[in-house]
């Protein structure tokens, strides 16, 4: 069993400079034991509470800070047809992060799925979850509402993933194709992929932290403040 005890250390360091906490200082450690107090200071072991992450939502989050950084220099209200080399790394970090999540919906509906193309993935996931296919990402501090995944067909695949194989093919003759309206897609498509991924976690509320630029229109959250405690998603 684990106990929670206050042990008076001074030898503990607080970042990579070695500072120390002063004399006195004290610190919650856990330990595991059936008595916390038999312990005397100089045996207590430091301990780490880690949760178990979900790495896809992490991309994700990656990916939006990505975008607020892009923000900053290009207005998302508007400039649909600009490029750059910082867009165009975002645009593909984001298709193949959606490369894989697609995949990884698949290998849920059955673990001995081996697909590896999108027209693969087409079948699987318009039978078990055709709610992706006119799922709405909205950016509100933008006014933008994007439906990444419905121009996707059986023969033809959205618009922005053709853009994203093409910068990557024939970048010198298509490197205009790296432009922010393909880019803003290529991320509202990942998010919206890994939703359906970890359909069972975004419906309880329990994809942490909350973005804090994508969303999903009309999905309630609790919590107060510009970043709410829990986002519950209404996906179809």
């Not at 994700?60 to 892009?70: G, S, W």
């Not at 853009?163 to 393909?182: G, I, P, Q, W, Y």
Request: hydrophobic share 40%.
């Amino acid at each position: 069993m684990w106990g929670l005890v206050a042990a008076n250390r001074t030898d503990i360091p607080l970042g990579p400079h070695g500072f120390t906490r002063g004399a006195g200082a004290r610190d919650n450690t856990l330990l595991r034991g059936h008595s916390a107090g038999r312990f005397a200071p100089d045996q207590i072991n430091m301990a780490i509470q880690r949760e178990v992450r979900t790495i896809h939502w992490d991309y994700v989050l990656a990916m939006e800070e990505d975008l607020i950084r892009l923000s900053r220099f290009v207005d998302f209200s508007a400039n649909d047809s600009t490029y750059s080399i910082e867009i165009a790394r975002v645009m593909m970090a984001a298709a193949a992060e959606a490369d894989v999540a697609l995949k990884g919906i698949c290998k849920n509906v059955g673990s001995r799925f081996s697909g590896r193309t999108i027209r693969a993935y087409y079948p699987v996931i318009r039978s078990h979850h055709p709610g992706l296919f006119d799922a709405p990402v909205s950016i509100e501090r933008y006014g933008l509402t994007l439906r990444p995944w419905s121009d996707w067909t059986e023969m033809s695949p959205p618009l922005w993933w053709t853009a994203n194989n093409k910068v990557k093919h024939e970048r010198s003759d298509r490197f205009t194709d790296a432009n922010l309206k393909n880019c803003l897609n290529a991320v509202a498509g990942v998010f919206a992929a890994v939703l359906y991924l970890h359909r069972d976690l975004a419906e309880q509320g329990e994809l942490l932290p909350v973005p804090a630029l994508l969303g999903i229109p009309g999905s309630p959250y609790n919590g107060m403040g510009a970043h709410p405690v829990r986002q519950y998603y209404r996906l179809t």
